[in-house]
């Protein structure tokens, strides 16, 4: 029977070293996210915002039988160095296959030398049109439109506090449904991350 209570304090060892480590990593996650994060992106913050479908963003325009990404490009935001980078790879990951990458500045942005670069050298630049008059709630975003020129994603490249540029942010899994012909319907996504508040025109 005594040795019964001496062995009891011992069923417990094992399920508080199991709480210690998770509450551990929990907060080492939360220090990486809310830390490294910001580091990473650089000084801006990073903050909760709903993207929101822009009234005037069309939803069907002329269709080319290519998928077009419209990305509204803001050079003054301190994310986008780091959303280049998914930009990027994600353009050379469909460099085979028909997709069409359309530039729109934003708060003022004329500088298109400064974006064309690299593998965004064949990128549309976009000054006058439609979508320069889209007031979009946050910078990075991009427009997907499909094949028959129907829009069927809007907003952030990613989530987080760092950007996905190993094909597991938001946009690749449209384009790979897009490409294989499936339905895509995205709505408006409150998501947390590195973005820019962009100021009404």
Request: hydrophobic share 35%; net charge negative; charged share 25%.
């Amino acid at each position: 029977m005594q040795d019964d209570d001496n062995r009891q304090p011992a069923r417990w060892i094992l399920p508080v070293a199991v709480l210690a480590v998770c509450a551990a990593s929990v907060t080492f996650t939360f220090w990486l996210f809310t830390t490294s994060g910001k580091a990473f992106f650089g000084e801006e913050p990073v903050r909760l915002v709903t993207f929101e479908v822009p009234e005037e963003l069309p939803r069907q325009r002329e269709a080319d039988g290519s998928l077009r990404m419209v990305h509204f490009w803001d050079p003054d935001c301190p994310c986008e160095p780091a959303n280049r980078i998914h930009l990027e790879t994600l353009v050379r990951n469909w460099s085979s296959r028909e997709l069409t990458l359309e530039v729109v500045p934003i708060a003022g942005a004329r500088r298109p030398e400064e974006f064309r670069a690299g593998v965004l050298n064949r990128a549309q630049w976009s000054e006058e049109g439609p979508f320069n008059r889209v007031e979009v709630p946050a910078s990075p975003s991009v427009a997907v439109y499909d094949r028959e020129g129907t829009l069927r994603y809007f907003g952030p490249y990613s989530t987080g506090g760092f950007c996905s540029p190993d094909g597991s942010g938001l946009v690749e899994p449209v384009l790979r449904a897009l490409d294989a012909g499936e339905p895509v319907h995205r709505e408006a996504l409150s998501v947390l991350g590195c973005y820019c508040k962009t100021d009404p025109r």
